[in-house]
């Protein structure tokens, strides 16, 4: 019976480490298969755990400003997204839900409170929290399994995109065959010289979950190009998340 047990448990074990290897296939090559199954596969690798506690490196350029921050973020999927960016003292924090998005700086004496509009003006598109969130996971900005897509193999890697474009952005999602997840997705509208790249360079094997390890982001429109560059330092799942977030009165407010 001991004997028994002994190789129940070493079974076990031997098939959770070759799973757990097996996340992250280095050597992965895109096989010919449907649109339909490489968006299944996409989504079936989508993030599943209920909290985020990460430390990350951003460097934040338009032009105009050049700023490197470490920044805390913090997520309750679905529920709330936390930022405090910090360079020697407090330079900002936010809190964003999915119907608001407030902001303070007391290093720019400002502050905003209301809709998607401030960060849809950093990034140059129309996006929601469910989107944002994507951004953050490396998954989707759009759930490709609720629109027919197409399917080409480029250097090894699927390119989805929608068999109708949307009429303002076309729009492409590059997935790599190791692991389903986002190298890149990309929004253009060319008509108005307007974009937006995301590119996940890496990803990491986090508590057997399949995690970025930086995410580059370059919004371009006529008048400038902004290029915010985040490097996740350290990243743990399903911990307490404390987000305090108390918005002084004496800010100047913003809008957009």
């Known amino acids: 019976m001991k004997f028994l047990k002994y190789i129940l448990f070493f079974t076990v074990l031997f098939t959770s480490c070759k799973t757990t290897k097996n996340m992250i296939d280095a050597n992965a090559i ?3 298969i449907s649109a339909r199954k490489v968006a299944k596969k996409h989504v079936a690798a989508n993030f599943d755990k209920k909290t985020v506690d ?3 490196k951003v460097n934040f350029d338009n032009g105009k400003t050049s700023q490197g921050l470490t920044v805390n973020l913090k997520i309750k999927k679905d529920e709330v997204i936390w930022l405090k960016g910090s360079k020697f003292l407090t330079v900002f924090k936010a809190e964003i839900t999915p119907t608001t998005v407030r ?3 007391t290093v720019f004496k400002n502050s905003f409170e209301g809709d998607f509009s401030m960060i849809e003006k950093l990034l140059g ?7 944002l969130q994507n951004l953050f996971l490396g998954q ?3 759930n490709v399994k609720e629109i027919d897509q197409e399917v080409e193999i480029v250097n090894n890697r699927y390119i989805l995109s929608p068999e109708k474009q949307a ?3 076309d729009i492409f999602f590059t997935i790599n065959p190791a692991h389903f997840k986002l190298d890149e997705q990309n929004i253009v509208n060319t008509e108005k010289n307007l974009r937006l790249d995301v590119n996940y360079p890496s990803y990491n094997l986090i508590q057997n979950t399949v995690f970025p390890s930086a995410v580059s982001i370059m919004a ?5 190009v902004t290029k915010i560059d985040l490097v996740y330092k350290s990243v743990v799942f399903d ?3 404390f987000m305090s977030f108390n918005m002084p009165n004496s800010l100047k407010k913003l809008s957009f």
């Open 167 to 169: 009429e303002l952005f």
């Open 239 to 241: 911990t307490e998340v």
């Open 125 to 131: 598109v129309a996006i929601n929290f469910e989107q």
């Open 140 to 142: 989707s900005l759009l």
């Open 220 to 224: 371009k429109n006529p008048k400038s």
């Open 30 to 32: 895109a096989k010919n």
């Open 103 to 105: 902001y303070y700086s």
């Open 54 to 56: 990460a430390k990350l």
